[in-house]
């Protein structure tokens, strides 16, 4: 091959690897939709979309706090203890009603994201140290608050958020609904969303410039935790029982997958909410395309995991 061939090949290639961390995770979502819809018998049924969308609700809300916390160039493996601290709190308040329940299992996603903000912020550790305590200890002080038993969840308007819908959308995808557009109007229109990317592309010149780096941080820490903390909400209220020791297993995995096949880079400096939403979707028509199709679902996290380092491959070469 020529030199001048070689030169006229490389922007190419250059072109296709931009297109693919742009825009891969909504062509790929468009190509495993279209094989369903070929392919797999009733997937796009009105039902079928519906226990789809519903499923994919705790996932995306752990993403798109992963999301803000992977912008600051950080990470948050806590998110699944808090999901289980979340449930473990709901049935010991909900006697003294549904909006004291909601707001103790809040308030432990708050709980552990300032501890969690402040170990990174003003204690100096790595995220990934930092957030793993957490992970450890968060499960183990559900359990002990749970006293390692599974409890059933009877309160009327929790069964409510859980089953029902309000113009055939359930309440739990309206939630989520909500929050995406939120999260999309904090991270694109709001001077805290410019200074969490501007932290996490150069957090040494931004504490030069005189951005308030540590309670960027702390907030951002407490956002992933308190949208983990929701999701904890919404899967105890879906099934009506507070299952500590399993709920949120290995979500973090889920939640950091949708995030970087998403586009979010995990060198941090950029947040893109949509491409989350879509990473998020994807992992779930996955999962769906793979259980309709008799395969066992251990074999759907060795795909995301293929999936993930795919994604990293791909974005090698972006910069921030």
Do not use: K, W
Request: net charge positive; aromatic share 4%; hydrophobic share 55%.
């Amino acid at each position: 091959m020529t030199a001048v061939a070689q030169a006229r090949r490389a922007p190419a290639t250059a072109d296709v690897a931009a297109f693919a961390r742009d825009y891969g995770v909504y062509a790929a979502l468009v190509i495993v939709l279209a094989y369903n819809a070929l392919f797999t018998d009733g997937f796009l049924t009105g039902d079928n979309l519906r226990v789809q969308l519903i499923q994919v609700v705790p996932v995306l809300l752990v993403a798109l706090g992963m999301a803000m916390v992977i912008g600051t160039e950080g990470i948050d493996l806590s998110v699944g203890a808090v999901m289980s601290l979340a449930a473990a709190a709901l049935p010991l308040y909900l006697g003294y009603g549904f909006v004291p329940a909601v707001l103790a299992a809040v308030l432990c996603g708050v709980v552990v994201g300032l501890v969690n903000g402040s170990m990174v912020a003003f204690v100096g550790l790595q995220p990934i140290v930092a957030t793993l305590a957490l992970m450890i200890a968060g499960r183990g002080v559900a359990l002990v608050m749970s006293d390692e038993q599974m409890r059933t969840v009877d309160n009327p308007q929790m069964l409510s958020l859980g089953i029902d819908s309000i113009a055939g959308i359930p309440y739990t995808v309206v939630v989520a609904a909500v929050i995406t557009v939120a999260m999309t109007v904090l991270v694109s229109r709001t001077t805290y969303g410019r200074q969490l990317v501007a932290i996490g592309g150069n957090r040494r010149a931004a504490e030069l410039a005189g951005l308030p780096v540590r309670r960027i941080l702390v907030t951002t820490y407490v956002v992933c935790a308190v949208l983990a903390a929701i999701a904890g909400i919404i899967v105890t209220a879906r099934s009506g029982a507070s299952v500590p020791s399993t709920i949120g297993n290995l979500i973090e995995l889920s939640a950091i997958t949708a995030v970087v096949i998403g586009g979010t880079p995990l060198s941090g400096g950029q947040v893109r909410i949509v491409g989350t939403v879509a990473g998020a979707l994807l992992l779930q028509v996955i999962i769906a395309t793979l259980s309709q199709h008799n395969v066992p679902p251990s074999y759907s996290q060795i795909v995301q995991a293929l999936i993930i380092v795919l994604a990293i491959y791909i974005q090698r070469g972006r910069s921030t």
